[in-house]
Every structure is written in structure tokens, then in C-alpha cells.
């Protein structure tokens, strides 16, 4: 109705609104925060798992102020979604015979080549990790090997299974490993 005035109210937020479109404001501004919130809750769920994958629920609704029940919904709908794919000892590889970690960069020898070697070096168990990356090489492989002899036996492995060149790193040490990630807000 024309000239009719809307009366003050007072929202959940504590905002004083003056007509029905401040009062829709109010409300997505309240949305907005709570999605917040709750993206807040589910990184810091993601954070202290990936420190610790054993880290039971009660703990972790005791970190995030949840109750057990809350933060067992939370992982269960993390790991549905992706966000959480598995759990995952950490392996002292000195103590089960594969000291030496080593980076193998390769490159196909024929760049007309069909693109697929990783299909072609998934047999070989000491490659720990495949990474596609921008550059000279076309992907880095995190192996494992419990000499040099065994590295170079790799080497000549993944070089024939897959008729690329390689370049080395060979690790001396590692100052830290499985770092937990640093979630951006």
C-alpha cells in the first residue's frame, strides 16, 4: 500500500531494519557469514587430519569445538565429496630398505611420440610419484631404490619402457616431508 510505513525491527543479527528488503539484506549477509563459518570449520577439520590421519573424532570435536557426532557428519560429507580421499601411514623408507630417493625428470625422445608414459612406467613399483609438469622435461618421477646400483637398473628401465631421455636429482636429505598444507581461507 502507498504511503503505508513498514515498522522498525530488530533482526537476528541485531540489525535494525527499516523495510523488507533491508530484512532480505540481513538475512544473505547472515547466510554469507555462516557459509563462512562453516567453510572455516571444515578447513580446520582438513588441516588437523592431515597432520594427524589417526586423530580420533572425539579429538577432533574437542580442537573444533563440534560435538563428536557434528565432526563425524563433517569428514563423512568431506570424504564423499573428495575433499578427504584416504588416510595414509608415513613410512621410514631407510628401515624397509629403500634409502635412496631420487627425481627423474623425462622427456620423450621422439616429440611426435604419443604422450603416454605414464601408462607405460605403472609396472614399476619404485616409482613412488608422477608429476606432468611445464618445461624442458614432460614429467617428474619421485622414485625410491635401495642403492645406486638400483637406481641405475631404474633408470634403464624407465628408459626403455617408455623411449624417453632422463635427467637425475638425487636426494641427500630431506629436512622436512609430509607437510601438512596451509589452507587458504
Request: net charge negative; charged share 20%; aromatic share 12%.
Given at each position: 500500500m502507498p504511503g503505508r510505513s513498514v515498522p522498525n525491527r530488530v533482526g537476528r543479527m541485531g540489525h535494525v531494519m527499516e523495510s523488507g528488503r533491508d530484512h532480505i539484506r540481513a538475512r544473505e549477509w547472515s547466510?554469507?557469514?555462516?557459509?563462512?563459518r562453516v567453510e572455516e570449520i571444515d578447513r580446520r577439520?582438513?588441516?588437523?587430519?592431515?597432520?594427524?590421519?589417526?586423530?580420533?573424532?572425539?579429538?577432533l570435536a574437542k580442537e573444533t569445538g563440534l560435538s563428536v557426532s557434528a565432526v563425524h557428519q563433517r569428514v563423512r560429507r568431506l570424504e564423499k565429496r573428495g575433499v578427504l580421499r584416504?588416510?595414509?601411514?608415513?613410512?621410514?623408507?631407510?628401515?624397509?630398505?629403500?634409502?635412496l630417493t631420487a627425481f627423474v625428470s623425462i622427456k620423450p625422445i621422439d616429440p611426435a611420440a604419443a604422450d603416454d608414459a605414464p601408462d607405460r612406467l605403472r609396472?614399476?613399483?619404485?616409482?613412488?610419484?608422477?608429476h606432468s609438469v611445464a618445461g624442458d622435461?614432460?614429467?617428474?618421477?619421485k622414485v625410491r631404490v635401495s642403492s645406486p646400483l638400483g637406481l641405475e637398473d631404474l633408470l634403464n628401465q624407465i628408459r626403455a619402457a617408455a623411449n624417453v631421455s632422463t635427467r637425475t636429482t638425487v636426494?641427500?636429505?630431506?629436512?622436512?616431508?609430509?607437510?601438512?598444507?596451509?589452507?587458504?581461507?
Open positions: 547466510r554469507r557469514q555462516y557459509r563462512l577439520i582438513v588441516t588437523l587430519l592431515a597432520a594427524d590421519g589417526r586423530m580420533s573424532f572425539t579429538d584416504g588416510y595414509a601411514a608415513l613410512i621410514d623408507y631407510d628401515e624397509i630398505g629403500l634409502p609396472h614399476l613399483t619404485a616409482i613412488e610419484s608422477c622435461e614432460s614429467y617428474i618421477l636426494v641427500l636429505s630431506t629436512p622436512y616431508d609430509y607437510r601438512p598444507p596451509a589452507i587458504a581461507p
